[in-house]
């Protein structure tokens, strides 16, 4: 994170303004648990992640649930809980929205609850005992399951922690890019659709589209 800020030309920062918060938590923590050799292949998602960020919640949410899905298979009985309350939580709000990705990632989401069965059952039990609340996560909440899965992996009685870990980051960058396009498109469909339905003052004027571009 500190050489994407040097990238974008702002101060020399871990915490970049230029990458989304909770994509940089994740990146930061993932640097600090893996080993030298994994730290090394990082290197080549520095560039990717500059001007990756959105101040829309939902990417949030997305990004929670691609940790804790990766988590949960493999993480240790007493992480595996919360991760799958959390990871229920996210696939809830992501439920209604008909785009690819949330698709993707409900699919991924609901196999990973699958394979951590008893963990399953205890997050479902949890959730009804409590009451569903309302259907949102806070930057906060998401950024501690971020915390949970990371840890989890780096922890877990696998073989292959540091190959997990470069996964789950490259994951969330391809995830952060592909909401981030499709907003731009969203933003460009609506433009146009308002271009359109605008009246002309005369038939040989167009009125201008406004450029577009993710943040």
Do not use: K
Not at 53 to 76: E, F, G, I, K, N
Not at 144 to 166: E, F, K, Q, S, Y
Not at 177 to 197: C, H, I, P, T, W
């Amino acid at each position: 994170m500190e050489f994407a800020s040097y990238l974008a030309g702002e101060r020399w920062s871990d915490h970049p303004a230029c990458t989304h918060p909770t994509l940089a938590h994740l990146a930061r923590m993932v640097n600090d648990l893996t080993s030298d050799d994994g730290r090394a292949r990082l290197t080549s998602l520095i560039p990717s992640v500059v001007g990756l960020t959105s101040d829309d919640p939902v990417l949030d949410v997305m990004l929670a649930a691609r940790a804790a899905a990766s988590a949960l298979p493999v993480a240790a009985e007493e992480r595996q809980r919360s991760q799958a309350v959390g990871l229920r939580v996210a696939l809830a709000i992501l439920a209604d929205r008909d785009d690819d990705l949330s698709a993707e990632l409900r699919e991924f989401g609901e196999a990973a609850l699958r394979s951590a069965p008893a963990a399953d059952d205890w997050a479902a039990r949890f959730i009804a005992e409590i009451g569903p609340g309302p259907r949102r996560m806070t930057a906060r909440q998401c950024r501690d399951i971020v915390a949970g899965a990371v840890d989890g992996i780096a922890r877990a009685c696998v073989r292959d922690p540091d190959d997990r870990l470069v996964a789950l980051l490259t994951a969330t960058v391809s995830d952060t890019s592909r909401f981030l396009g499709a907003r731009s498109g969203e933003s460009m469909r609506d433009r146009v659709d308002e271009s359109v339905s605008l009246p002309r003052r005369s038939p040989h004027v167009v009125p201008a589209r406004a450029g577009t571009g993710a943040r």
